[in-house]
């Protein structure tokens, strides 16, 4: 499995990003896929993350109400919309993906794209 991301940069504070991974390698639609970031200086932490069926969704408290992970199968993508973006969503986003299992650790994920820089400036 191969994953790809794309859709980063610098934005101001309180504005919007929207996140892609386009996945190659396997059956997109019977892979769970999730979104990780890591800060300067901190651990890697999950994002949100979307079952292989797409009928749930995860979110990290930190997040809630603010972004949004979709799934599209027909084009082996996943989106990760960030909206009210804040200083604190700077990190390099990584996308990652399991086969039909998923969770919101990184342990529960084994294939890993090479992340994007998310930066977010007052």
């Known amino acids: 499995v191969q994953l790809v991301e794309s859709g980063g940069g610098l934005v101001q504070a309180g504005g919007s990003l929207r996140l892609s991974c386009m996945f190659s390698g396997g059956t997109f639609s019977l892979h769970s896929m999730a979104w990780f970031r890591r800060a300067p200086g901190k651990e890697r932490e999950s994002v949100a993350a979307?079952?292989?069926?797409?009928?749930?969704?995860q979110y990290a408290d930190s997040v809630k109400g603010r972004f949004t992970i979709s799934r599209d199968d027909a084009k082996n993508s996943v989106y990760l919309q960030m909206n009210s973006l804040k200083s604190e969503d700077t990190a390099v986003y990584y996308c990652?993906?399991?086969?039909?299992?998923?969770?919101?650790?990184?342990?529960?994920?084994?294939?890993w794209g090479q992340g994007t820089q998310v930066t977010v400036s007052l």
């Open positions: 979307i079952h292989w069926s797409g009928r749930s969704t």
């Open positions: 990652a993906a399991r086969y039909l299992e998923w969770g919101t650790t990184d342990r529960d994920y084994d294939s």
